[in-house]
């Protein structure tokens, strides 16, 4: 490719070779440039941020396998509370219902009570009645013995 | 345009001038690549915290991202050690090719040659690709010892010649592909300059910026599949 910008005859101080495929020296000092840049490269940046970067990647993982425990914590507790209600529910389903028949009972008494009650002053009140019907019925007696004889102190005056 | 070489130095006995060449300009913008590839993490790594922001977040993403292109390649369980080769690799590439498109270069005049990206030059790829095949035959040899050259005859013998010949293409293709990618890049790019420098260019230069990412990408990942490939063997 360099024969395209020929090289002039007079040759200056460097020699003109004129290759393209110019292998020198500076093939092997490109070698040991990589090598030296591989070493250094390594030390100063593989190194320490692959540190880094493993480190961080344990802490997660440590910190997830935290919050996995604390899961099963709160299922235990949530147990607990579940009980917890579970009991205070039957209580006051107890309690209650204890309530209910007391105040059912005490219902059921004052009911009767009452009952009785009414039903002896229906008896005296029938019984009341009795008596005025019989009183009534004698009296109505009298009269009608009266006004029998005063018709016939009427009807046969002579 | 000159791809040319300078004579840094001479070696030897002053009775025989001979002189070791290499290309100056190819070591400049090397060591310029080196040491934004040096002061990056040098200064992003100063105050490391559990939380990232900022500087520590991108050479995270970045150290991540290198991880995952060698896991994938690799396997699970043997890519750790080679991460900081893979790394090297595709950071070095990277940063060269973007260099050479997005540094002023031209600012600086050399008396021979001019700077610009250290992979436009043949040097630099086939070094690169040379340790590639290095690397795969190390790791090849250190997992599964000399029955590593037990794979010259998988699947079956008759392809022997073939994978012989694929010891030389591979360093050859890989080297080719980066060098003729990022130097004929600027290539078009420096005709287009020359002939229309306002807004033509702009384009190509884009693209450019593009395709080296991806050359880096590339090579990166072609070297990670080419090792992990020889420490597997064929199960």
């Known amino acids: ?16 070779k004129g290759k393209i495929f110019d292998f020198n020296l500076t093939l092997p000092i490109i070698v040991a440039e990589f090598l030296l840049l591989m070493l250094a490269l390594d030390n100063l940046w593989f190194k320490p941020v692959a540190k880094v970067m493993d480190e961080r990647d344990e802490a997660i993982r440590q910190k997830l396998m935290g919050v996995r425990d604390n899961s099963d914590e709160i299922k235990k507790l949530q147990e607990q509370a ?7 529910r039957a209580e006051t389903t107890a309690e209650l219902n204890k309530m209910r028949r007391e105040t059912a009972a005490s219902l059921d008494a004052k009911l009767q009570e009452s009952r009785q009650r009414v039903e002896k002053e ?31 102190a009427k009807v046969i005056p002579f | 345009m000159q791809i040319e070489q300078l004579q840094i130095f001479e070696i030897d006995n002053p009775h ?23 002061a990056l993490p040098v200064v992003a790594t100063r105050n490391l915290q559990t939380i990232p922001t900022g500087l520590q977040n991108f050479i995270e993403y970045v150290l991540e991202f290198i991880r995952d292109l060698t896991r994938t390649q690799m396997g699970e369980e043997e890519y750790r050690p080679w991460v900081p080769f893979i790394g090297t690799m595709f950071l070095s590439i ?24 250290p992979t436009n030059d043949i040097n630099t790829t086939v070094a ?35 994978n012989i010949l694929e010891d030389f293409t ?10 003729g990618n990022i130097l004929a890049d600027e290539l078009v790019v420096a005709v287009l300059v020359s002939l229309v420098p306002l807004i033509v260019p702009v384009p190509m230069m884009l693209l450019g910026l593009f395709t ?24």
């Not at chain 1, 490719?1 to 003109?16: D, K, V």
């Not at chain 2, 060269?96 to 021979?112: D, E, K, M, T, Y």
């Not at chain 2, 010259?152 to 008759?158: A, E, G, N, S, W």
């Open chain 1, 1 to 16: 490719m360099n024969t395209l910008w020929a090289i002039p005859a007079i040759a200056e101080e460097a020699e003109e």
């Open chain 1, 82 to 88: 579940e009980a917890i209600l579970k009991a205070a």
């Open chain 1, 122 to 152: 229906l008896a005296e009140a029938l019984a009341n009645l009795e008596s005025q019907k019989e009183e009534t019925l004698r009296s109505l007696d009298k009269q009608v013995q009266e006004l029998s004889d005063q018709i016939v």
């Open chain 2, 16 to 38: 025989q001038v001979s002189s070791v060449e290499v290309h100056a300009q190819v070591l400049i913008t090397s060591w310029v690549v080196i040491a934004l590839l040096i």
């Open chain 2, 94 to 117: 990277f940063v060269s090719n973007w260099s050479g498109a997005l540094l002023p270069w031209r600012v600086i005049q050399l008396p021979h040659g001019e700077l610009a990206a």
């Open chain 2, 128 to 162: 690169l690709a040379l340790l590639t095949s290095v690397a795969y035959f190390y790791a090849g040899l250190h997992k599964r010892g000399f029955s590593y050259f037990g794979k010259y005859i998988q699947p079956t013998p008759v392809l022997l010649p073939i």
């Open chain 2, 170 to 179: 591979k360093p050859l293709s890989l080297s080719f592909r980066l060098f």
């Open chain 2, 212 to 235: 080296s990412a991806i050359q880096a990408l590339i090579s990166a990942t072609l070297a990670a599949a080419y090792i992990g490939e020889s420490m597997e063997g064929h199960h």
